[in-house]
């Protein structure tokens, strides 16, 4: 399992349109950092290999992965980042660094959240 902790919220980060969240670690640029909400994790973290059916967790509330884009798990392993949608997955035009998550709800998500990548 990986645990990542929320430490800061980009002003653009969450809009209720568009159920889809994009995480980063902290060497996100500036740019990136409006848009994006910013994990750290330990520095001994271990490496993740997420599929269809592992879980994620903000806090307490758990999501199942529906698919795995194939960027997704290289990009978090490395880079902390992986865009995660909240949204059907498209026949076509998936996001490749990105997973798709059910339910279809946007999570609560604060400064000091554990997002935990359970495989």
């Known amino acids: 399992?990986?645990?990542?902790?929320?430490?800061a919220i980009g002003e653009?980060?969450?809009?209720?349109?568009?159920?889809?969240?994009?995480l980063f670690g902290?060497?996100?640029t500036e740019e990136i950092r409006t848009v994006a909400i910013i994990q750290s994790f330990e520095e001994d973290k271990e490496t993740v290999k997420l599929q269809t059916g592992?879980?994620?967790s903000f806090d307490e509330k758990v999501?199942?992965?529906?698919?795995?884009?194939?960027?997704?798990?290289?990009?978090?392993?490395?880079?902390?980042?992986v865009t995660l949608s909240f949204s059907e997955v498209p026949k076509d035009d998936r996001i490749e660094s990105g997973i798709y998550l059910?339910?279809?709800?946007?999570?609560?998500?604060?400064?000091g959240t554990k997002i935990s990548y359970n495989n």
């Open 26 to 28: 902290e060497q996100a």
């Open 12 to 22: 653009n980060a969450i809009s209720k349109k568009d159920p889809m969240i994009i």
């Open 102 to 111: 059910a339910p279809h709800e946007l999570p609560e998500v604060s400064v």
């Open 54 to 56: 592992d879980t994620i």
């Open 1 to 7: 399992m990986l645990v990542g902790t929320v430490t």
């Open 63 to 81: 999501y199942t992965i529906e698919t795995v884009g194939s960027l997704a798990n290289e990009n978090l392993n490395t880079i902390g980042h």
